[in-house]
């Protein structure tokens, strides 16, 4: 298998994102798997308009999301509920456990929730892991590009998170993406990840001025 086309995409705000940039750190860790505020449902939409006229050319193949509910609601509101690609769900690129908002809803209640998704990856009730390691996440991020490279689709979309992401791809920064960012890699069978001068989408304006702040 040759080279894989990755579009990357982190979710839309949460209200911890929010709570985060106000500073109040310990509020959003404690929202237990937060669902998009209406702020990151317009993040989402506007993304997924923007996103229409680039997929004609991509041709994508699959789309991948983390079992969180912000990132299963991106996916809906990106791509719709009805697709013409298959979406499965995998706890591989899901957020860096840190704190409640980062701890997802068992499978029997978030699949219930999400009836129109496939879940049959997630092989238990209590997927994600409590106060994960920097190592633990690591080990996450090599294991999801060998996933990825054993998938016979070569045009993926993955809907993760900003910590995640940000691993995969290699960048120093705490978050090297905004909500609801979507951008273009290149997976090579080495697992090697660069960017391939592609698509790049940015919704969020604030984001770079939250960065700077």
Not at 91 to 96: L, N, R
Not at 154 to 180: D, K, Y
């Amino acid at each position: 298998m040759g080279k894989k086309e990755i579009l990357l995409i982190r979710h839309g705000q949460g209200d911890h994102n929010r709570l985060f940039a106000e500073n109040r750190t310990d509020e959003a860790l404690a929202l237990r798997d937060p669902a998009l505020n209406d702020i990151g449902i317009q993040q989402a939409e506007n993304l997924g308009v923007k996103l229409k006229e680039q997929l004609r050319k991509f041709d994508l193949e699959l789309i991948i999301t983390s079992p969180m509910r912000r990132t299963l609601m991106t996916t809906d509101h990106v791509f719709g509920k009805e697709t013409s690609y298959p979406v499965i769900v995998s706890s591989i690129p899901t957020e860096m456990g840190h704190g409640e908002c980062d701890y997802g809803s068992k499978k029997s209640q978030i699949s219930k929730d999400f009836p129109h998704r496939d879940f049959s990856l997630i092989e238990s009730e209590k997927w994600w892991t409590d106060l994960e390691t920097q190592e633990h996440l690591e080990q996450r991020v090599e294991d999801f590009k060998q996933f990825l490279n054993s998938r016979p689709e070569s045009r993926i979309a993955v809907v993760s998170h900003g910590r995640f992401l940000t691993e995969l791809v290699g960048n120093e920064l705490c978050c090297a993406f905004g909500n609801c960012d979507c951008k273009q890699y290149t997976l090579s069978k080495d697992g090697t990840l660069t960017d391939s001068g592609g698509i790049f989408i940015r919704v969020d304006n604030l984001w770079e001025k939250w960065q700077k702040s």
